[in-house]
């Protein structure tokens, strides 16, 4: 069976630091795509990060480029997304995503990726 598990998710002050786990079992994704998404009441999942197989080429969208960064450690079937000078605006609940296609596309809607983790809530103060 298939798991992504995110952790480090909580509550911060604005202009504070957290730094995202998502743990991935039951099959290796070290030649797929994965991706962070966030979900805030009300709204739309969006991207917020996306990185390919080998982890060289990387996504982001405005609202959080050059604040977020997405990594990988594919040793460890792990992603990670460290998010700096955090906003009210960034609190959602963020998911981890993974393709099941070997290489292709990596910053992709979230209908195109096939396994989902639980989701952690991140939760900025102003």
């Known amino acids: 069976q298939v798991q992504l598990v995110e952790s480090g998710g909580g509550l911060v002050q604005a202009g504070g630091s957290l730094r995202l786990s998502c743990a991935a079992s039951g099959r290796t994704f070290s030649s797929s795509a994965m991706g962070w998404f966030r979900q805030a009441p009300g709204k739309e999942r969006e991207l917020v990060a996306a990185i390919n197989w080998s982890g060289g080429l990387t996504y982001y969208p405005n609202s959080v480029k050059g604040r977020f960064t997405i990594s990988r450690d594919n040793a460890k079937n792990t992603v990670y997304l460290q998010m700096n000078s955090l906003k009210p605006e960034d609190t959602a609940v963020y998911y981890c995503?993974?393709?099941?296609?070997?290489?292709?596309?990596?910053?992709?809607?979230?209908?195109?990726?096939?396994?989902w983790g639980q989701g952690t809530q991140v939760t900025v103060a102003s």
């Open positions: 995503a993974a393709r099941a296609t070997q290489g292709g596309s990596y910053y992709l809607p979230a209908y195109q990726y096939d396994y």
